[in-house]
C-alpha cells in the first residue's frame, strides 16, 4: 500500500511540473537570438517575392513582481527582392540604422503565468516600434493548463482573441515541453483590423460561407525547458500565412503573406538589469496599436522635411505636366500631393491658398485633391472659406460631394459636416442644397453602420424632414425623404410613415412623387431591418387603393428585402386577385426572372419565387409589353465567385408604350460582399403632350368656354389629377443617391421658346452665339480620388500586412472653337435660322485622360515597404482638329482634317505587376521587379508554328491561304511574332495608306497561366494594349484630308472621276466618249422627267440581277482576290487620257447584247467559288477543263467555260427567245438544308427531262434523308411560301409557278435555268458538264454539293423592264448625292475615294444605287444597290475589282408559314475578306448562348454555310412566331410576344392599287397605329370603350350623354350625343372644346349639318374642309370629321348612326364618360363620375347623363336618392337603406313612362335610429359611406309632364 502511494505522490510530483508557466525571474538577462521574415508574393517557384528580414539580440529581463524590461540589439535588415527561391536577402545598412534609431530604447511590460499584460515605454518609442516589440512579446503569450494536453480557448495576442488549440507533450527525462499552438485568425471576437472605403457595400453572407477571400493561420511551436523552480522558453518558430484569393480559393489562385519567427536562448546570466532613467507611459497592451501605416499611402514612399514647400512645388508640378499634354503619371502626382496635404496642417492649407487661389489652374487642383485628404483639417478649412465666401456655390458643391464622401466618420469629421450643413447648406432645392444634405446623410450612413451612435446627424434630418413637411413644400419634403433613404437607419421608418399613404392622416393628399420617394427611401432600410421593412411594403401593395405606381416601388422594395416563402405566395396570392394589370404584370415579371438568379445569396428566395410563378405562369404568362415589366440579366460564375445583375424597371401609366418611369440597376458580386455600383432612374409625365402640341408662346389655361357649368349636371364629377409636365431623374452610385433634378413645364416651355422663339428672349444664347463668333479658348481639369479601399491587419512580426485598391484619375479638356455665321445674326435670330444660314466652323480641341489602378498586398509603414503591386495605366487622347463648312443651303458640307504626320496614341492600356522593396532611408536603392519576367515562360510558348513546305501539297496550301490573306477585301493586316519581333506582341493595323494614316492596334500578353491554368494567373504578369494612329509615307507628301459633302442639283459638279464600269479584259475607251458621256448626263436634266428613256433590249431574264455578283467571269479576272488591282484604269473628269475601246461592262444588271454571256459565264463562276474553291484552285480547273471537258465532270469551272463559247456565238439571236422561255426552278425555300422537300418548275421542252432528273438528284443528298421529318409541327420546320402580287396591270405576271417568289431578282445567278441554251447543252455537246456541277465529283462532296444546290436555287423575275432596270443608273440620270474624301498631296494627284448614290423612283419601284471609287485611276469599286417594291425589298453589296471580288445579298419578302401571314430576310453571301471571316465566326460562338438568354430554342439542323434567314410569322394579333436559320443551327420562338397590334385581316389600306413603294412603310406604320390606338364607338344601344369592352344598353331619350370628355382639372373637350327623335334612330353630336362648339345633326334630305360657334360650314358641295384654330373639320362621303390634335382629339367621325372618336395618344388615362378612362384596364370600365364603380351597366350610363334645370328642353329626369323598399337584416338589426348614389327620376310634375332597373348600393342604418330620405340627401356623409348591400331598384328613363314643371 505503501508502495502505492508513494508511486502515485511521484507521478502527481511529475505531473505539476508540466503546470509550471513560463517565466522570467528577477535579476536574471536572458538573451534570445531573434529572426523575423515577412514575404510577398505568389506561392509557384519561378515567380518573384518581395519581403524583408530582421535579426537581432533581444534581453529579457525580470525587474520586478510580474514586470519585465526588454531591450533589442545588434539589428541587422534585409530586403529580399527576386526569383523566389533562388534569390538572396540583401543587407541594408541605412534600413538597419533605422531600425537601430526606432528600438534602441527598452521597453517595460507586465508579464505572470504566461501572460502578456500592458507595455510602457518612454514616449520617444514611436508607435511602429512599439509594434516590433509587440511582434517579439506575442512569442511569449502562452496559455498553459493543469491536466489537459490538448484543449482549445480564446487566446489573446498582436491580432485579437481569437480561437486557438494546444497541443503539449513532455520529455520527462530531459525535463522539456513541447508546445504547439495553432491559431485561427479570422475566428477573433476583438480583432484588430482596420478597413476603408467600403463603408458603401453589403456583405453576401451564403458568398462568405462557400468560399473565403481572406484567411489567417498561425502555428507556434515551443521548447520549454523546466526545473523545479521555473520553466524558461528555450527556443520558439512561428509561422504565420496571409491568404488572398480574389476569386474561387480553390480554383481560382491566391496570394500569400508568409512571416516567419524564431526565438534561441543563447544565454542566461544573473545580474540586475539596468532600466533607463527615463519616464515610461503606459502604451496599450499586447494588441497592435495603428501608427504611421493609416496616413502613408502604399504606392510611393518618400521623405516630408518641409511639407508646405513641398506641397507649392508638386502642385506647380502637376500644373506644369499637364498644361500641354497629360501625361500618363499624372494620377501617381495627384496622389502625391493628397499624400503631402494629408500630412499637412491648416496653416499649410492657407499659405498654399493666398498663393495660388488666384491663379485658375492651380485654384482647381487645390480644390480637387483637398476634399479627397478627407480629414477633419480639410473639412474645416473648407468651412472657413464658406464663411468669407471665397468659394462660388459650384466650388463649394463639388468639393462637399467628395469630401463628405471620402471622409471616415470620425467624431471631429461629424462636427465639422454637421456644421457645414447647419450654417452653409440652404434647405432648398438648389444644386448645393441637394448635394449637402444627401452627402451628409451618406456620411451619416457610414456613421450608422461602423457605431449605433449616430444619433446627432440622424436627428438632424429627422427635424429637415418634419419642417418640409409642416411647411408643405413638395421640394424640400423629397430631399428630406432622399436623405434618409440614403442613411438607411431603423430609426427613420417612423418619420417615413407620415409620408405613406395609409399611415398618417394627412398622407394621402401628398402628391405622387412624394409616395414614391417615401417608398424608395425604405431600400436601404431594408437591408438593416428587413422584417419591419416586409411589413409596411406588404401592407402597401395590398392597398388597391393606393397609386398603382407606388404600389409596384413598394413591391420591388420587399423583394430587396428578400422575403421568404410565405410572403412570397402571400403576394403571388395578392397577384392573382388583382385587378389592375399594370401591378399583376410587373410583379409576375419580377418573380420570374428573381426565380432565374444564380447568385448565393438569392438561391433560397429564387426557389420560392418559381413556386409563386407556377401558381401565376397560367394566367400572367402572355402579357403584353404595353403593360409594366422588370427585365433582369444576371450571371454568376463559381470558379471566380462573381457575379454581376442587371435589371431594368420599366412602369407604364394608363397602358402607354410610353413608360412613365423607367429605372436601371446594377448589381456586383465580388470578393464576398454585394455593391450597387450605379443605379438610374427617369420619371417622364405630359411631356407627349407638350411636344405633340409644340411651342405656343404665352398660352395658359384660360378657354374660351367654361365646362363646369356643364359638368354641374352630373353627380359629383372629380376631376383627375392633373399631370403636370415633368421629366425627373436621379442618380445612385453604391446605393447612395449623389443628385437628383427635374424640368418643370416653366423649364420646358423655355427649351421650346429657345428653338421657336427669338433669341433675344435668352440673354444666354445670344451670349453663346455672340462668343463663338469672337472665339472660345477652355482649358478644364479634374483630378479625382474615385475609389480607396484599404485593409490592414498585423502579422506576428509586428509589421502591417496590407491590401488595398487605389484608382485616381486626371481628365482634361481643351480647345478653342470660333464660328463664322452668314448672314449674321440679327436681333431677332432664331436657332430655325442657322438651318438656312452659311456656317464656318473651326474646332481645335483635345479629350485626354489618364487613370491609374493599383493593387498593393504586403507591409507597408512610412519606413518601409514590400509587397507586391499591380499597376493598370489607361490614358486616353483624342484630338479633334477639324475646319468645317456647312452651307445649308447650297446642301454642301465641306471638311478639313490635317493630315496625320506623327503618331499619335488614341488608347492605351498597360497593366503590369511587381514585386517592389523600399525603405526611406535609401530611397535610391528601391526595387521592383516584375513578378513574371519573360524569359521566364518557355520556350515553347514564344514559338510560332511553322508547317513543312516539302511537299508540293503543302506548297499548294500555302499559296491558296497567302491569297486570302492578301485578298483585296481585307482591312487588316495581321502581324504575326516571329523571330524578329519582340515575343508576345501582336500587332493589327488597318491598310489606310490612301489618306496617309492607319490605325494600329497593338497587343501585348504576359502571364503566369503556364504555372497554374487559374483567373489570377491570367491576370499576373504584364499586359499592354495601345490604339494609335500612325504616318504612311507616300510617294508625296500628304497636306491635308478633304471631306466634301454635296446634295441637290450640284451633286454632279463635286464628282472628281466620272464612274464607269469596264469589262476586266480590256482598257477603258476614248476619253472623248468619256466627255460625251459626262455631257449627256448633265445635259440630260432638262428632261421633262429628269430621266432618260432605257435602252430597249432583250436580254436573257436568267440572270436578272446577277451578272454582277460573279467573282469570275474570266481567267483573266479569277487569279487573285486582290482589291487593289491596277487593271482598268478609269476616265476623270478633270483629266482624260485616250486609251483602247473598251467592252462595256454592267454591274447592276445584263445589258442589251452581252447580258446572255455574262449572266451565264458569271453565275458559273459564281457558284464554283461559293463552292469553297479558292481563286487559284478554280482557275487551276479551268485550265484542266479546256482538255478534259468532254470526258470529265468538273464543278461549275468546266461548265462556265463551254458555256461562254456558246452563249457568245448566240447572244443577238437568241436573247429574246431565252427570255420568254426562262424559268425559275425552286421557290425560295429550296435553297435549306432540311424542312420540307423541294420543288421545281415544270419545263415546256421535252429535252430537259434528264436535266429536271439531274437537279433532283442534287438535292437528295438530304432531301431524302429528312422527308420523314418535314410532317413534324415544328416552326423551324415549316415551308415558307412567297407571296406575289402583280403590282402593275400592264405587267403580265409570269407564268412560272414559283417565279413569283423572287420577284426582285437574288444575289445569284441560277446556270441551271438561265436560258434555254444552257439547257438544251446540258444533254448535247456538254455531255455531264450540267450534271457534274450538280453532283460534284465524288460521292464524298456532300458540303460541295449542298452549296452548288444552294447557288442553283435562287429565283428571278422574268420581267424585261426590271432587267433593264437593274442596269447602272448612273449612265442615264446624274448622282443625287457625291462625297469625295480626299487626300491633298502636295504634286495635287487625285488620291482618296468618291462616293455617289443615285435614285430612280416611280409609284411601283425605288431603285437606290451607290458606287464608291478610288480618285486614283484603279478599278476598285464598291456597289451597293437597293430595289424596294411594295412589300419586297432587295439590297445586294460588293466590292473588289470592278465589284466583282466579294459579295453579301439580302432579300425581305412576305409570304406565308403554315397559311400564317410572315416576312422572311434571307442574306446570302459569296467569298468574303478573311476578316469577316474570322469575326463572323468569334460573334458565332456567342449566338447560342445569346439566343438561350433571350428564350429562343435550339434545333441542330444542316444549314447552308453561306445563308442566313429569319423567319416571323403572325400567329395572333399579339404574337409571332421566329426562326432564324444560320450556319450551324437554327433558333426558333414560338408565341414572341409584339408591344403593338399586327396589321393582320383584310383591310381597306391593303389594297395592292392603292400601296406604292414610296408609302408602304408609311401605310404599315399607320395600320399599326390604328390598331393600337384608342377609339370608341357608339352604335345605337351598342357601346365599345377606348379599352375594346361592348356594353349594350339602351337610352334613345333626348337628355345629352356624355360620350367622351378629358376628365382632367382644365376639360379640353366634351362630347356628348342625344337622340333627335324618341322614334328614330338618328342622333346629334355635340362637340365643345375649348376654343370652338361644334355641333353635326340630321338634315331633312339625310345629310349631315355642320355648325361650328353656331355658324353652319360645308354648306355647299364645293366645300372640302373648314379650318378654325386648330380644328379641321371635312366630309367623306356621307361622314363628317373632326379632328383637333392639340385638344387631345385624333378626330371625330359621324355618320348619323355611328359615332367614333379617336383620342390623341397622350389623353390615355385621361378620359372618362361612356367610352371610358382609357387607361387599358378592364376592371375599371365602369367608372362613374365620383370615381367610383358602377354596379351595372345601366347604373354606370345614366351616371354620365346630362341633365337640364328645365323640362322645357326635352330631358325630363333629375338624379334623386331612393329608399329602399324593404328592411335587410344587417348585422342582427333590421335595417333602413338609402342609396349611396342618385337614381334618375322623372322631374316634379312628370309622370314616368318608361322604367328600367338599375343596381345602386346602399347603405343601411338600424330601423330605430335611421335618419329619413330627405335628411339623407342633405347629408354630407353619403359621398364616403359604406355600402351594406347592392339591389335593383326602377330607373326612370321616359316622363311625361304636366303643367308647368319648370
Known amino acids: 500500500m505503501r508502495g502505492l502511494i508513494l508511486t502515485l505522490l511521484l507521478t502527481l510530483a511529475g505531473s505539476q511540473h508540466l503546470n509550471y508557466q513560463p517565466d522570467f525571474s528577477e535579476n536574471k538577462v536572458y538573451t534570445y537570438n531573434h529572426e523575423s521574415i515577412l514575404l510577398s508574393g505568389l506561392p509557384e517557384k519561378g515567380l518573384a517575392r518581395a519581403g524583408i528580414r530582421i535579426k537581432s539580440k533581444v534581453e529579457i529581463s525580470g525587474i520586478g513582481p510580474k514586470l519585465c524590461l526588454i531591450r533589442i540589439h545588434s539589428i541587422e535588415a534585409a530586403e529580399y527582392n527576386g526569383i523566389w527561391p533562388t534569390s538572396s536577402f540583401s543587407r541594408s545598412l541605412k534600413l538597419t540604422q533605422a531600425l537601430t534609431g526606432q528600438l534602441s530604447n527598452p521597453i517595460k511590460f507586465e508579464y505572470s503565468n504566461g501572460h502578456v499584460g500592458n507595455l510602457m515605454a518612454p514616449d520617444s518609442v514611436s508607435d511602429d516600434g512599439l509594434n ?408 402597401i401593395f395590398l392597398n388597391h387603393r393606393i397609386h398603382p405606381r407606388v404600389r409596384m416601388l413598394a413591391a420591388v422594395v420587399l423583394l430587396e428585402t428578400k422575403p421568404g416563402l410565405p410572403i412570397l405566395m402571400t403576394l403571388a396570392d395578392a397577384v392573382l386577385k388583382e385587378p389592375s394589370m399594370q401591378v399583376a404584370s410587373f410583379i409576375y415579371s419580377h418573380l420570374r426572372a428573381l426565380g432565374r438568379s444564380t447568385a448565393p445569396d438569392l438561391q433560397v428566395m429564387a426557389s420560392a419565387c418559381r413556386m409563386a410563378v407556377r401558381l401565376l405562369s397560367p394566367k400572367f404568362d402572355r402579357s403584353g409589353y404595353q403593360f409594366s415589366k422588370i427585365f433582369r440579366f444576371s450571371m454568376f460564375k463559381d470558379f471566380l465567385m462573381s457575379g454581376l445583375a442587371a435589371k431594368y424597371l420599366v412602369l407604364n401609366n394608363a397602358g402607354s408604350l410610353i413608360p412613365t418611369t423607367a429605372i436601371s440597376h446594377l448589381r456586383t458580386h465580388f470578393l464576398g460582399r454585394v455593391t450597387d455600383p450605379f443605379e438610374v432612374g427617369i420619371t417622364v409625365e405630359g411631356l407627349q403632350e407638350v411636344f405633340a402640341k409644340g411651342y405656343s408662346p404665352d398660352r395658359d389655361w384660360e378657354t374660351d368656354y367654361d365646362f363646369r357649368e356643364i359638368l354641374k349636371t352630373l353627380s359629383d364629377w372629380k376631376a383627375l389629377p392633373s399631370d403636370k409636365p415633368f421629366a425627373s431623374g436621379y442618380l445612385k452610385i453604391f446605393g447612395q443617391e449623389l443628385f437628383f433634378g427635374g424640368l418643370d413645364k416653366n423649364t420646358i416651355q423655355n427649351a421650346l421658346q429657345a428653338w421657336y422663339g427669338p433669341d433675344e428672349k435668352i440673354p444666354s444664347i445670344r451670349r453663346l452665339i455672340s462668343n463663338l463668333q469672337s472665339g472660345i479658348g477652355r482649358q478644364w481639369t479634374k483630378a479625382l480620388l474615385s475609389s480607396e479601399i484599404r485593409r490592414i491587419v498585423p502579422t506576428c512580426v509586428g509589421f502591417p500586412m496590407e491590401t488595398s485598391f487605389y484608382y485616381s484619375s486626371v481628365t482634361k479638356v481643351a480647345g478653342n472653337v470660333q464660328a463664322q455665321i452668314t448672314p449674321s445674326p440679327r436681333s431677332d435670330f432664331r436657332l430655325t435660322e442657322l438651318l438656312q444660314a452659311n456656317i464656318r466652323l473651326r474646332s481645335k480641341m483635345s479629350l485626354s485622360m489618364a487613370k491609374d489602378m493599383t493593387f498593393v498586398i504586403g507591409i507597408n509603414t512610412n519606413m518601409i515597404q514590400a509587397g507586391l503591386e499591380t499597376h493598370t495605366k489607361i490614358n486616353a487622347h483624342v484630338p479633334v482638329n477639324v475646319i468645317a463648312t456647312v452651307q445649308m443651303k447650297e446642301k454642301s458640307i465641306k471638311a478639313e482634317i490635317p493630315a496625320c504626320k506623327e503618331e499619335t496614341n488614341l488608347f492605351t492600356v498597360r497593366s503590369k505587376t511587381f514585386a517592389v522593396t523600399r525603405n526611406i532611408e535609401d530611397l535610391a536603392a528601391s526595387k521592383m521587379t516584375p513578378v513574371l519576367r519573360p524569359e521566364a515562360v518557355p520556350d515553347i510558348m514564344k514559338m510560332s508554328f511553322d508547317s513543312d513546305s516539302a511537299s508540293g501539297e503543302t506548297d499548294n496550301i500555302r499559296d491558296r491561304q497567302s491569297v486570302e490573306d492578301v485578298s483585296s477585301g481585307n482591312s487588316f493586316s495581321f502581324g504575326h511574332s516571329s523571330s524578329q519581333k519582340e515575343p508576345f506582341v501582336q500587332s493589327i493595323c488597318s491598310n489606310a495608306s490612301t489618306f496617309g494614316v492607319q490605325v494600329c492596334i497593338e497587343r501585348k500578353t504576359v502571364h503566369a497561366a503556364f504555372i497554374r491554368n487559374v483567373p489570377l494567373y491570367y491576370l499576373v504578369g504584364e499586359h499592354a494594349l495601345r490604339m494609335s494612329f500612325k504616318p504612311v509615307y507616300t510617294e508625296a507628301p500628304i497636306e491635308k484630308i478633304q471631306v466634301t459633302i454635296q446634295a441637290g442639283d450640284q451633286a454632279p459638279a463635286k464628282m472628281v472621276r466620272l464612274v464607269r464600269f469596264e469589262d476586266p479584259e480590256t482598257q477603258a475607251s476614248s476619253s472623248q466618249e468619256a466627255i460625251k458621256r459626262v455631257k449627256k448626263i448633265l445635259d440630260d436634266t432638262v428632261d421633262d422627267q429628269g430621266i432618260r428613256k432605257y435602252r430597249s433590249s432583250s436580254s436573257s431574264a436568267s440572270s436578272a440581277s446577277g451578272s454582277a455578283e460573279s467573282t469570275k467571269s474570266s481567267p483573266s479576272s479569277s487569279n487573285s482576290d486582290n482589291r487593289a488591282s491596277q487593271g482598268g484604269t478609269q476616265t476623270n473628269l478633270k483629266a482624260r487620257q485616250s486609251k483602247a475601246k473598251e467592252k462595256t461592262f454592267y454591274p447592276f444588271g445584263d445589258s442589251s447584247s452581252s447580258s446572255s454571256s455574262s449572266s451565264s459565264s458569271s453565275s458559273s463562276s459564281s457558284s464554283s467559288k461559293g463552292s469553297s474553291s479558292n481563286s487559284s484552285k478554280a482557275s487551276g480547273i479551268r485550265h484542266k477543263a479546256k482538255k478534259q471537258s468532254k470526258t470529265t465532270s468538273f464543278p461549275h469551272a468546266s461548265a462556265a467555260e463551254g458555256e461562254r463559247s456558246v452563249r457568245e456565238q448566240k447572244q443577238k439571236t437568241q436573247s429574246t427567245s431565252s427570255n420568254s422561255r426562262s424559268t425559275s426552278s425552286s421557290t425560295s425555300s429550296s435553297s435549306e438544308s432540311t424542312g420540307v422537300s423541294h420543288r421545281h418548275s415544270k419545263y415546256d421542252r421535252q429535252g430537259e427531262t434528264r436535266y429536271v432528273k439531274s437537279q433532283f438528284n442534287s438535292h437528295s443528298s438530304y432531301d431524302l434523308s429528312t422527308e420523314w421529318e418535314s410532317h413534324l409541327p415544328k416552326v423551324y420546320r415549316l415551308h415558307f411560301r412567297s407571296a406575289h402580287t402583280n403590282w402593275h396591270p400592264e405587267q403580265k405576271r409570269s407564268s412560272s409557278s414559283s417565279s413569283a417568289s423572287s420577284e426582285l431578282g437574288s444575289s445569284h445567278s441560277n446556270s441551271s435555268s438561265s436560258s434555254d441554251s444552257s439547257n438544251r447543252r446540258s444533254h448535247t455537246g456538254g455531255t455531264s458538264s450540267s450534271s457534274s456541277h450538280r453532283h460534284g465529283v465524288t460521292p464524298g462532296h456532300s458540303s460541295r454539293r449542298s452549296h452548288m444546290s444552294r447557288e442553283a436555287s435562287i429565283h428571278h423575275n422574268h420581267d424585261s423592264s426590271l432587267i433593264h432596270e437593274r442596269n447602272f443608273l448612273g449612265d442615264v440620270i446624274p448622282p443625287g448625292i457625291t462625297i469625295v474624301a480626299q487626300a491633298v498631296r502636295s504634286d495635287n494627284r487625285n488620291q482618296g475615294y468618291q462616293a455617289t448614290a443615285y435614285v430612280r423612283s416611280d409609284a411601283a419601284k425605288v431603285d437606290v444605287q451607290l458606287v464608291v471609287v478610288q480618285l486614283a485611276e484603279t478599278n476598285w469599286k464598291a456597289c451597293a444597290d437597293a430595289v424596294i417594291l411594295p412589300l419586297k425589298a432587295q439590297a445586294r453589296l460588293r466590292w473588289g475589282k470592278e465589284c466583282r471580288d466579294y459579295r453579301i445579298a439580302a432579300m425581305a419578302t412576305t409570304g406565308q408559314l403554315a397559311r400564317k401571314p410572315a416576312m422572311q430576310l434571307k442574306v446570302q453571301w459569296g467569298n468574303l475578306p478573311s476578316w469577316i471571316k474570322k469575326t463572323s465566326t468569334t460573334f458565332m460562338q456567342y449566338v447560342p448562348g445569346a439566343a438561350l438568354m433571350l428564350g429562343f430554342s435550339e434545333a441542330h439542323q444542316r444549314n447552308p454555310s453561306h445563308e442566313f434567314i429569319a423567319r416571323a410569322a403572325a400567329t395572333s394579333p399579339r404574337t409571332i412566331d421566329t426562326v432564324i436559320k444560320v450556319p450551324g443551327v437554327t433558333l426558333y420562338y414560338q408565341g414572341l410576344r409584339m408591344p403593338f397590334t399586327l396589321p393582320l385581316g383584310p383591310s381597306s389600306s391593303y389594297n395592292t392599287r392603292d400601296i406604292t413603294a414610296w408609302n408602304v412603310f408609311p401605310e404599315i406604320a399607320s395600320q399599326i397605329a390604328q390598331e393600337d390606338q384608342s377609339t370608341c364607338e357608339i352604335n345605337g344601344g351598342n357601346f365599345k370603350t377606348f379599352d375594346r369592352m361592348s356594353h349594350t344598353y339602351s337610352f334613345n331619350k333626348s337628355c345629352n350623354l356624355i360620350v367622351a370628355q378629358d376628365c382632367t382639372e382644365h376639360p379640353r373637350f366634351i362630347i356628348t350625343t342625344r337622340k333627335v327623335d324618341p322614334q328614330s334612330f338618328s342622333r346629334e353630336v355635340h362637340i365643345n372644346t375649348s376654343s370652338a362648339n361644334i355641333t353635326i345633326c340630321p338634315a331633312a334630305n339625310s345629310s349631315l349639318l355642320v355648325a361650328c360657334n353656331e355658324e353652319l360650314v360645308l354648306l355647299h358641295s364645293g366645300d372640302s374642309e373648314y379650318e378654325k384654330g386648330n380644328i379641321k373639320i371635312y366630309k367623306n362621303g356621307t361622314t363628317v370629321i373632326v379632328e383637333a390634335p392639340t385638344h387631345g382629339l385624333k378626330n371625330v367621325t359621324f355618320d348619323g348612326m355611328i359615332l367614333k372618336v379617336t383620342v390623341a395618344a397622350w389623353m390615355r388615362g385621361k378620359t372618362c364618360g361612356v367610352c371610358g378612362n382609357n387607361d387599358r384596364e378592364k376592371h375599371n370600365e365602369l367608372l362613374m363620375p365620383n370615381h367610383k364603380l358602377a354596379h351595372s351597366s345601366s347604373a354606370f350610363v345614366h351616371s354620365w347623363v346630362l341633365l337640364e334645370e328645365t323640362c322645357s328642353g326635352g330631358c325630363k329626369l333629375q338624379r334623386s336618392y331612393v329608399k329602399l323598399n324593404r328592411n335587410p337584416t344587417i348585422d342582427g338589426e333590421e335595417s333602413t337603406c338609402y342609396s349611396v348614389d342618385p337614381v334618375l327620376k322623372c322631374m316634379k310634375d312628370c309622370t314616368p313612362i318608361e322604367k328600367t332597373s338599375v343596381k345602386v348600393g346602399f347603405h343601411c342604418f338600424p330601423k330605430d335610429t335611421a335618419v329619413n330620405l330627405l335628411e339623407w340627401q342633405r347629408s354630407s356623409d353619403k359621398k364616403s359611406a359604406s355600402e351594406d348591400v347592392v339591389e335593383s331598384v326602377d330607373a326612370d328613363i321616359d316622363c311625361t309632364c304636366t303643367g308647368d314643371c319648370s
Open 132 to 539: 516590433i516589440y509587440r511582434g517579439i512579446l506575442n512569442v511569449l503569450e502562452l496559455s498553459m493548463k493543469k491536466m489537459q494536453h490538448s484543449y482549445s480557448l480564446q487566446e489573446a495576442g498582436i491580432g485579437g482573441i481569437c480561437n486557438t488549440t494546444y497541443a503539449i507533450q513532455e520529455n520527462k527525462r530531459a525535463n522539456l515541453v513541447y508546445v504547439t499552438k495553432s491559431k485561427d485568425l479570422n475566428s477573433c471576437e476583438e480583432k484588430v483590423q482596420v478597413v476603408t472605403g467600403s463603408a458603401y457595400t453589403h456583405p453576401c453572407r451564403t458568398c462568405q460561407q462557400r468560399n473565403k477571400n481572406s484567411r489567417a493561420t498561425a502555428t507556434y511551436n515551443y521548447k520549454i525547458k523546466y526545473t523545479r523552480n521555473e520553466a524558461v522558453i528555450t527556443q520558439a518558430d512561428v509561422e504565420e500565412i496571409h491568404q488572398f484569393a480574389p476569386f474561387n480559393e480553390i480554383t481560382g489562385g491566391n496570394v500569400i503573406v508568409e512571416a516567419r519567427q524564431k526565438l534561441a536562448l543563447i544565454d542566461v546570466q544573473k545580474h540586475m538589469a539596468e532600466v533607463p532613467p527615463k519616464e515610461f507611459q503606459t502604451r496599450g497592451s499586447l494588441q497592435y496599436q495603428f501608427g504611421s501605416e493609416l496616413l502613408q499611402l502604399p504606392v510611393h514612399l518618400f521623405k516630408i522635411k518641409d511639407v508646405e514647400s513641398q506641397i507649392e512645388e508638386s502642385l506647380q508640378d502637376l500644373v506644369e505636366t499637364t498644361y500641354e499634354q497629360l501625361p500618363s503619371d499624372a494620377p501617381s502626382k495627384a496622389l502625391k500631393l493628397m499624400h503631402l496635404f494629408r500630412a499637412a496642417n491648416e496653416e499649410n492649407y492657407e499659405s498654399v491658398w493666398k498663393r495660388f487661389s488666384n491663379r485658375p489652374a492651380y485654384r482647381r487642383y487645390f480644390l480637387d485633391i483637398l476634399p479627397a485628404v478627407a480629414s477633419h483639417r480639410a473639412l474645416r478649412f473648407l468651412r472657413h472659406k464658406m464663411e468669407k465666401q471665397e468659394l462660388t456655390n459650384w466650388e463649394v458643391a463639388q468639393s462637399v460631394l467628395v469630401a463628405l464622401h471620402s471622409s471616415t466618420p470620425t467624431r471631429d469629421v461629424m462636427e465639422e459636416a454637421t456644421l457645414i450643413v447647419r450654417k452653409h447648406c440652404p434647405r432648398s432645392s438648389t444644386v448645393l442644397g441637394k448635394v449637402c444634405h444627401l452627402s451628409y446623410a451618406s456620411l451619416c450612413h457610414k456613421q450608422c453602420s461602423s457605431s449605433d451612435s449616430c444619433s446627432e446627424c440622424l436627428q438632424l434630418l429627422h427635424g429637415f424632414a418634419g419642417e418640409a413637411l409642416s411647411k408643405s413644400n413638395t421640394e424640400e419634403i423629397s430631399l428630406a425623404l432622399k436623405a434618409l433613404g440614403n442613411v438607411g437607419h431603423p430609426a427613420s421608418i417612423k418619420h417615413i410613415k407620415k409620408f405613406l399613404p395609409g399611415y398618417a392622416a394627412g398622407a394621402s393628399d401628398l402628391p405622387l412623387k412624394v409616395h414614391v420617394t417615401a417608398v424608395m427611401a425604405l431600400k436601404n432600410i431594408g437591408m438593416r431591418d428587413p422584417k419591419m421593412v416586409q411589413a409596411i411594403t406588404l401592407e
